[in-house]
């Protein structure tokens, strides 16, 4: 009984701190497009792990994009984004220590929904620049 307690508080536990918000980023300008980035760590007692978006090039986020004409950005995890989301992130550059970085496909196991590092990170930020659309 002990063991099923435990196992059932530990699951609780890490779905609490596991990557079940949804990032949504609007562009409500009418002349600039936003280029940027987003990421993702974990807010229990550290930064690590931290998930950065690592695309070739950074996100693009055209003018005039958001919830209310349904262009918005928006992320629900790592994985799902690459086939629901109308702006791609292909690569994902997850930060276990200051000092190693890997980066991750968009469907690589650890950052999929359940996964070892989706399950301890939430969306944390996001840094978009302005640029002429």
């Known amino acids: 009984m002990k063991k099923i307690v435990t196992i ?6 890490s779905s609490a ?3 079940s918000s949804l990032m949504i980023v609007n562009n409500y300008s009418t002349t600039y497009d936003f280029q940027g980035n987003i990421s ?3 807010f229990a ?11 070739p090039a950074a996100i693009t986020v055209p003018a005039d994009s958001h919830t209310g004409n349904g262009h918005e950005l928006a992320y629900k995890n790592f994985k799902d984004q ?5 702006y791609p992130t292909t690569n ?14 968009w469907n690589h196991a650890s950052i999929a929904p359940g996964g070892v ?3 301890n990170v939430k969306w944390a930020s996001s840094q978009f620049q302005m640029y002429f659309a």
């Open 92 to 105: 994902w550059t997850v930060q276990l220590s200051p000092t190693t970085s890997q980066i991750r496909t």
């Open 117 to 119: 590092i989706a399950s």
């Open 45 to 55: 007692g550290g930064c690590y792990p931290y998930v950065t978006s690592s695309t």
């Open 82 to 86: 690459f086939t629901s989301s109308l």
């Open 17 to 19: 701190f596991s990557q």
């Open 8 to 13: 059932l508080s530990l699951a609780l536990f």
């Open 40 to 42: 993702a760590h974990n």
